[in-house]
């Protein structure tokens, strides 16, 4: 215990114990902290696929209303008006050879899967889904992500 005395015997400063316990609670706090940063960065990064999906389904509408169509022909889908960002790329989800191109989802997959392995998918009515876990990678060659139901794991709705 810190003493404030005139006797020149006495000692002054602090106890093992209160210097131990005084670190304990800063390391507490500082482990608490980056783990909220961490979660909060990893919110934040969710946030902006979601909003870079909705920027992308807004230009798929507009290029609707003009040509009927969300093909460019019967390969290929239309281009996207931003199909990546800092921490996830978009794609449309599906071979456009299988669809009548009245109809879409994007799909967005991080490019970084081992920090981020969830993805997010929008379909043409707004939905948005939250898959736990995906087999898509943004290194796929194909302009599309596979259609498939057994590629996306554990899905729920995006919760805003």
Known sequence: MFNISNNPNST??????????????????????????????????????????LVNSQHLEKNYQHHASFK????????LYSPQNQHFCVRI????????????????????????PRILKLNRHGTILLCQ???STCEEKSPFFSGDINVDKHCTIFNR
């Open 72 to 79: 460019q022909n019967s390969t290929t889908w239309i281009k």
């Open 12 to 53: 002054r400063g602090f106890t093992l114990i209160q210097i131990l316990i005084t670190v304990s609670i800063i390391i507490i706090l500082a482990s608490i902290s980056i783990y909220l940063i961490y979660r909060f960065q990893r919110f934040t990064a969710l946030q902006q696929a979601q909003a870079l999906l």
């Open 133 to 135: 876990s995906s087999e």
């Open 93 to 116: 989800l599906g071979n456009p050879l299988y669809h009548d191109g009245n109809s879409y989802a994007l799909k967005a997959v991080s490019l970084d899967k081992k920090r981020e």
